[in-house]
Antibody, heavy 122, light 107 residues
Framework: QVQLVESGGDVVQPGGSLRLSCTAS????????VHWVRQAPGKGPEWVAL????????YYASSVKDRFTISRDNAKKTLYLQMNSLRVEDTALYYC???????????????WGQGTPVTVSS | DIQLTQSPSSLSASVGDRVTITCRAG??????LNWYQQKPGNAPRLLIS???TLHSGVPSRFIGSGSATYFTLTISSLQPEDFATYFC?????????FGGGTKVEIK
């Protein structure tokens, strides 16, 4: 079955950096667009970034553009999110999510991981 | 950015009730509207895509409808496992945005 497992979340000071990972299994990772979606405590989800199946197209939310970088390694079936210049407002549970169907970008989230927590605090 | 406004923000209902949640878009998004259910401690779960297409494994009591700027999610007969928070999300363009959520509570 489809599995997405995030890791790398931590407590970091404002201005710091962190790299999140999401390891996929149960499907052909290289065929799917994948996203990062975050959810601050008590708030609704917020889309963060997406990357196409071939890694050549990436989009970002304006709140993270120029600070976060999404990337993927299809051979390792892993999605990454490099987060720099972190702010208190970046505190959230970060999910990776799979688009659907394969080889298409429908911009919805058919499958989710369990999330990894990021806390930005001094 | 396309704003999605959900109403109500919360509601109380009983098992067996018919419940309708509304999502209004700030501009015409055709049928590019999706619905999710989220229970405490869990990731959101896709219920409906493209306004009315039931996702695999989702019970048929969940019904999505609408187009352009007005969309609804109806639960035809509320079950105990349906008490949760529901979010709409558009997939019309980038950036993708979500509605503020509707919490369905037990009456």
């Amino acid at each position: 079955q489809v599995q997405l497992v995030e890791s790398g979340g931590d407590v970091v000071q404002p201005g710091g950096s962190l790299r999140l990972s999401c390891t996929a299994s149960g499907f052909t990772f290289s065929d799917y667009v994948v996203h990062w979606v975050r959810q601050a405590p008590g708030k609704g989800p917020e889309w963060v970034a997406l990357i196409w199946y071939d890694g050549n197209t990436k989009y970002y939310a304006s709140s993270v553009k120029d600070r976060f970088t999404i990337s993927r390694d299809n051979a390792k079936k892993t999605l990454y999110l490099q987060m720099n210049s972190l702010r208190v407002e970046d505190t959230a549970l970060y999910y990776c999510a799979r688009d659907s169907p394969p080889r298409a970008a429908n911009y919805y989230f058919a499958d989710w991981g369990q999330g990894t927590p990021v806390t930005v605090s001094s | 950015d396309i704003q999605l406004t959900q109403s109500p923000s919360s509601l109380s209902a009983s098992v067996g009730d018919r419940v309708t949640i509304t999502c209004r878009a700030g501009q015409d998004i055709s049928s590019y509207l999706n619905w999710y259910q989220q229970k405490p401690g869990n990731a959101p779960r896709l219920l409906i895509s493209s306004a009315s297409t039931l996702h695999s494994g989702v019970p048929s009591r969940f019904i999505g409808s609408g187009s352009a700027t007005y969309f609804t999610l109806t639960i035809s007969s509320l079950q105990p496992e349906d008490f949760a928070t529901y979010f709409c999300q558009h997939s019309y363009t980038i950036p993708i945005t979500f509605g503020g959520g509707t919490k369905v509570e037990i009456k």
